[in-house]
């Protein structure tokens, strides 16, 4: 079956650094996404890993490893407007059907 | 450019109404997703549409669920029979043809509310 996991919610304080979790089975994997959503929002793109490891961009990094079926999104800096939604997405292989998992709501505190 | 854009933003109906939902994809995107999210839930795949290719078809609830894709860009979502527990936000994205991450960019959603 496809089963994707992530905590339900966490709490940071604003200027630290945290880590959101995502543990995925799926029949297949081409490829891992980040989603970011504000309440009452459309998801916009954060980050995609296909391959074990880290890529950074600016505040926001991934990490994946695929034989552990496992991923990260690590926030940095953190500032308000980071309280939103964060969703994990697993692509099926060979096609474009991608399966999300119930987002981690995440609030920034002063 | 113009993004992906639904409409209605807002539907309310009676139960047992049927309704449609439209999504304009963003000009030149071949592939076209619909996914359902209920309140603090996250999204549920419906279908996809890829080129030409036949849709993926597998994520739609039940047979009173269905999508049309006309020409390779506006589709409509057609849910006959509504039921209270179809209302959700309804959200449609489109991803370019080429490129590795073929992410997907979101419209804004329709709100749906059956009474």
């Known amino acids: 079956g496809q089963n994707i996991d992530q905590p339900t919610e966490m709490t940071a304080t604003e200027g630290a650094i945290v880590q959101i979790n995502c543990t995925y089975q799926?029949?297949?994997?081409?490829?891992l996404f980040w989603y970011q959503q504000h309440a009452g929002e459309a998801p916009t793109f954060l980050s995609y890993?296909?391959?074990?490891g880290l890529e950074e961009k600016g505040r926001f990094s991934s990490f994946l490893s695929r034989s552990k079926g496992y991923s990260y999104l690590l926030l940095k800096e953190l500032q308000m407007k980071d309280s939103a939604s964060y969703l994990c997405?697993?692509?099926?292989?060979?096609?474009?059907?991608?399966?999300f998992g119930a987002g981690t709501r995440l609030f920034v505190k002063a | 450019g113009a993004g992906v854009s639904q409409s209605p933003s807002n539907k309310v109906t009676e139960k047992g109404k049927d309704v449609e939902l439209r999504c304009d994809p963003i000009?030149?995107?071949?592939?076209l997703y619909w996914y359902r999210q209920s309140l603090g839930q996250g999204l549920e795949f419906l279908i996809y549409?890829?080129?030409?290719?036949?849709?993926?078809k597998s994520g739609l609830p039940s047979d009173r669920f269905s999508a049309e894709r006309t020409g390779g860009s506006v589709s409509t979502l057609t849910i006959q029979r509504t039921q209270q527990e179809d209302s959700a936000v309804y959200l449609c994205?489109?991803?370019?043809?080429?490129?590795?991450?073929?992410?997907?960019?979101f419209g804004p959603g329709t709100r749906l509310t059956v009474l």
């Open positions: 000009s030149g995107h071949t592939a």
């Open positions: 994205a489109s991803s370019p043809p080429s490129g590795g991450a073929k992410t997907q960019y």
């Open positions: 799926t029949s297949g994997f081409n490829g």
């Open positions: 997405a697993v692509r099926d292989t060979g096609g474009f059907k991608t399966i």
């Open positions: 890993n296909v391959l074990d």
């Open positions: 549409f890829q080129g030409n290719s036949a849709p993926d």
